[in-house]
């Protein structure tokens, strides 16, 4: 089955800056990659996605970029805002994001004013 | 509110009592899909259905773990003889497929608030 990465495990930067994430995975199936952001007692939510036909996905302060061949995806943020602070979790599944995903373990992204 | 709704939002109960948590999807998604959550950990996939077929469950899910979606809506998550491995968060997720000449292409999934499982 597939196994999903992810690192750091918690990051800590100022207001203002960028912040990557990244993850890997290990299984060549995999052809959906959505990003989720959950703070503290409430759902996750959904942020940004991609699929394996396309290598980046910005959407505003928000990026993906997917390498199939190292198997390997990140989301960056930039001008990063105190409310940016949360857990990101990134998942893969194959099949098109139609099954159910593999989570990493999450990043703590702490923005420090 | 049309998103994912998930009842109830809180259970404490006794080891050994068994449980039972409900999800109403948003309306027009046909996928349905239960995770569990633990303290600093990500979702982790227990099983989905396609309407109101059960299409894989996942080895976490023990046999005292049943879900059912009996007429493609709602669903429910029972789990019998409870034990203190159970306590988690309850997480359910739900989506738009369909069939893009020939292979399957979801939706991205939306989840509930989840129901968080205590047991004494």
């Known amino acids: 089955g597939e196994n999903v990465e992810q690192h750091p495990s918690t990051l800590s930067v100022q207001e203002g800056d960028s912040a990557v994430i990244k993850c890997t995975y290990s299984?060549?199936?995999?052809?959906?990659f959505p990003w989720y952001k959950q703070e503290l007692g409430k759902r996750p939510q959904l942020i940004i996605d991609?699929?394996?036909?396309?290598g980046e996905k910005k959407d505003q302060r928000i990026a993906v970029t997917l390498n199939k061949t190292a198997k390997h995806f990140s989301l960056h943020i930039t001008e990063t805002q105190p409310e940016d602070s949360a857990v990101y979790f990134c998942?893969?599944?194959?099949?098109?994001?139609?099954?159910?995903?593999?989570f990493g373990k999450g990043t703590h992204l702490i923005i420090q004013p | 509110d049309t998103g994912v709704s998930q009842n109830p939002r809180h259970k404490i109960t006794k080891r050994g009592q068994n449980v039972t948590f409900r999800c109403d999807p948003i309306?027009?998604?046909?996928?349905l899909y239960w995770y569990r959550q633990t303290l600093g950990q990500g979702p982790e996939f227990l099983t989905y259905?396609?309407?109101?077929?059960?299409?894989?469950k996942s080895r976490l899910l023990s046999d005292r773990f049943s879900a059912e979606r009996p007429k493609g809506s709602f669903s429910t998550l029972e789990i019998q003889r409870t034990e203190q491995g159970d306590s988690a968060m309850y997480l359910c997720?739900?989506?738009?497929?369909?069939?893009?000449?020939?292979?399957?292409?979801?939706?991205?999934?939306?989840f509930g608030d989840g129901t968080r499982l205590s047991i004494l």
């Open positions: 997720a739900s989506s738009l497929d369909w069939t893009v000449r020939g292979g399957g292409r979801g939706q991205p999934q939306h």
């Open positions: 299984d060549s199936a995999s052809n959906y």
């Open positions: 991609i699929r394996s036909n396309v």
């Open positions: 998942a893969a599944t194959p099949r098109g994001g139609a099954d159910g995903l593999t």
């Open positions: 309306s027009e998604h046909n996928r």
């Open positions: 259905f396609q309407n109101e077929a059960q299409l894989e």
